[in-house]
């Protein structure tokens, strides 16, 4: 016996996720089934307005529903500064700290030759005239991922804009806090006693 | 700074699956602000046919698109056999191991006087109208799951089959296939050694 159609085609749509394997998709389909109706319309109309609702913000590229984004809009935030991520979300992950309070730049990715992404496939040159357009801009602070390819997009970026007269920094590396020195990878820990502060 | 609306809400509906949470939401509906124009489509597509196209067979209980379901409709299945679930999901667990050919009832739950779950809560009558019905039945075999109250709604469901001289059968129980008996809880363990057998 097959699975009754509809749920076989809602298990594939729920495998289509990342890290949601078969067992775990013909769990939540299940689950689906016996959902209030209203909930499952909902979901089915969030998914919808996703891709119609959503589009980047033409100033810093990050995900939004209007454009410019909330944070471009925003004449409170510091305009002297500028934090790059990788990704939208890391906007938010960012926000969540509540300590920053300058504006963003939204990569979409980071150098890998191996993937066919080259500069003009990220968000760089939009980052460059957002730079020669706005010279209340002091610091680029690069906030890529602790990767490889992280560390060599930061490394680009830095070597395009220092020349501007703008100052570039990076992220510190080190210990997660809570976390176990004995857990800690060699490379953090060389990282954590390179970059170690007077106390 | 706030999700923009649309993402929230996705947000919103992922969380409402079991198993994820609010991390793992994020995740999920940024991904799929990613994902293919038509794959959100069928997805949004499927979860809203799953409550306008399926239904509960009305001989057994299963999850169907057609009523009666495709196993009930099924002449070359035993009609001898009636497997007895406790949800629609386990029927096809059981059809996965391809060696039961004959029918399936589900009860829609266990008995568990804690959650208000009595027999009338669940499809015992219907189970003993079939019963009744079908003088072709000569073996109940109840797979409810290895739970207390998996155990005592076989019990009950004993009780009330055999007085008609049908023959009550329960899965066995013992270690599972590949298993360790280091890591074997004393139950199973009991169990493994009353049910042993011959070889």
Redesign the interface.
Known sequence: ???????A??I??YM????IGRK?A????????N?D?T????????????????RYCSICGN???EDP???CQDPTRDQSKILVVE???D??VM?RMKDYHGLYHVLGGVLSPIDGKGPDELNVRSLIKRLQANEAVNEVIIATNATPEGEATAMYLSKLIKPAGIKVTRLAHGLSVGSDIEYADEMTLFKAVQGRTEI
């Open positions: 016996m097959q699975y009754p159609e509809p749920i085609k809602l594939d749509s289509h996720l990342p890290g775990t013909v769990r939540l389909a299940y689950f689906t089934v959902m109706k909930d499952i319309a909902n979901f089915a109309e969030a998914l919808t307005e996703t891709k119609d609702k959503l995900l939004t529903d984004c909330e944070i990704q939208p979300k906007i938010m926000e």
